[in-house]
């Protein structure tokens, strides 16, 4: 049970690192967007290049967030039943939703997202816009690489909540303490 806690953390850890470069690529984005405000009502010119930057930042930031999303829990939840339920039946439903709902759906994104990728990466497609950014294949490689993310984001929940209902009910913690669920593995396995 260590040994699914320490990868579940290491998961972790990838997540938070990933979102805490993310919250880079909005600074970033909003300091572009206003540049090209200012670009065309100050200077009555523009930039396509600097423009699509934008969109790239925000897909970036969109696609590789939805990871961090899922670990922070950030992500919209319907919870008309869920509020009302104790903490080890929402334990069960967030396992349950992982294994049956979340990872088949990051690997189906993965192996739908997969030809078209490699198509794009086939011709080292670029922008249909002249004097746009080259390298739309690169954008395009997100898609694929945002389901390998939430996936891994997913495994570490569900890997959470598997060791959360192995832990006798009374020990039940909250989910986000990976300290206090490592010293009861500790406590439980001796």
Known sequence: MRFLLCSAQALERLTSHTGQLLSWFTWAMVLLQSCVVVMRHGFNTGSIALQESVIYLHGAAFMLGLAYALQTDAHVRVDVFYRRMSARAKTW?????YLVFLLPLCVFLFISSWHFVLNSWSVF????????LPGVFLLKSLIPLSAVTLALAGLAQFIRALVQLMLPQQQSIPMSSSKAVLKQVEGAEV
């Open 93 to 97: 439903i967030n396992a349950i939703g």
């Open 125 to 132: 497609e670029d922008s249909a816009n002249a004097g746009g």
